[in-house]
């Protein structure tokens, strides 16, 4: 009975002694937790980051964390005369700091819960990504229900200020527009395939990039981006995000994605900017990819071209072969590599013959007077008609 009185005892210490050691080093851990990231522990957003961060890259990320007050006072309170634009979740200001330096601030709705979501992302993707033709996240502050994300300011505002801006477009002649689709085609290349890790954008439009002030094109926005491991091209979701028009019709009609979904709006994107026109405000009883198609077809490609772009001279050809490059891109079921590498190879040599494109599967967008979303209806093809333009590419299009 003495020994076996003994032994309980010796076990309960043993319990007792585990049980206050494991609570005093969860207690210190917690503690030296919350002090790396200067935030409150119970906040799920923290949860969340901590799970997905490294040892370094926590590190990294509480050398970005800025105090609340300062981004408040450079702002001047949020003041609605800093203000830049306004998006889905949140409002975009500008600021200065003492030192002179110019930032931009995105303030995060309260009220949206898909903030968080927005919030995370942007904050994971800073310690992985630096590219010059994204924009650079430069941190972020929280404070209570606060959350700010603070970019590099980027002089020129977005591309959809300018080519959409009867004005302004005669800011952007050729050149200007092929180094920005370039720009552009480069930036999500990296995305795709040369950072850290893969990355699906998913709202690739003209408002989402910026210009800064030699007119370089910097991809911002990436609060709907879709992470993977480098060894995934495609998935599903049941949340559709991003913006009718720039959507692959996978994607927006089965929230089927993948890197093709951004080449299809990539693409769209390059007839914007060589048409001025938008995509969604378009002729009745015609989309903008069937006007574009109905043009090549009938060999009149030139009218889909912007008028200031038709005065220049010496740029027609290259302007016609980015447009035989964007339908070759938001075909169905393209028979030509459509990865964004072929992509910008297509765009840089003029050597390279490109095949015919067949006509798009086309999406006509009907706006709901209730609800003020655009819904998608299907057009089927019809039947295939050989382009009027049937010419040996690679000789039309010297550079």
Known sequence: MGTEGGNKTRNIIIITVAVAVSGTLAA???????????RKPHELLEVLLLNELSI?????????????????????????????????????????????????????????????????????????????????????????????????FVQNASLDQFIFDPIKCSRLDWERRYKIIEGIAR??????????????????????????????PKIADFGMTRLSRNDET???????????????????????????????????????????????????????????????REGTAGNVVDLFLRSGSGSMNEVLRCIHIGLLCVQENASHPTGMGSVLRMLSSSSLTLAMPSQPTFYLSIQSHDSNVSMLSEIQPQSHHSSKNNISLSELYPR
Not at 29 to 36: G, V
């Open 56 to 152: 370094d890259e926590i590190s990294t990320v509480e050398s970005l964390q800025y105090e609340f007050g300062k981004i408040r006072a450079a702002t001047n309170d949020f003041s609605d005369a800093n203000k830049l634009g306004k998006g889905g979740f949140g409002v975009v200001y500008w600021g200065k700091f003492l030192t002179g330096q110019k930032i931009a601030v995105k303030r995060l709705s309260k009220s949206s819960g898909q903030g968080n979501i927005e919030f995370k992302n942007e904050v994971l993707l800073v310690v992985r990504l630096q590219h010059r033709n994204l924009v650079r996240l430069l941190g972020f502050s929280l404070e209570g229900t606060e959350r700010l994300l603070i970019y590099e």
């Open 187 to 216: 930036g999500i290349l990296y995305l795709h395939e040369d950072s850290r890790i893969r990355i699906i954008h998913r709202d690739l439009k003209a408002s989402n990039v910026l210009l800064d002030g030699d007119m370089n």
């Open 234 to 296: 495609q998935g599903n979701t049941n949340r559709i995000v991003g913006t009718y028009g720039y959507m692959a019709p996978e994607y927006a009609m089965h929230g089927q994605f993948s890197v093709k979904s951004d080449v299809f709006s990539f693409e769209v994107l390059v007839l914007e900017i060589i048409s001025g026109q938008k995509n969604h405000c378009f002729r009745s009883g015609e989309t903008f990819l069937s006007f574009v198609w109905k043009n090549w």
């Open 28 to 38: 210190c851990a917690a503690i030296y937790l919350s002090k790396r990231i200067k």
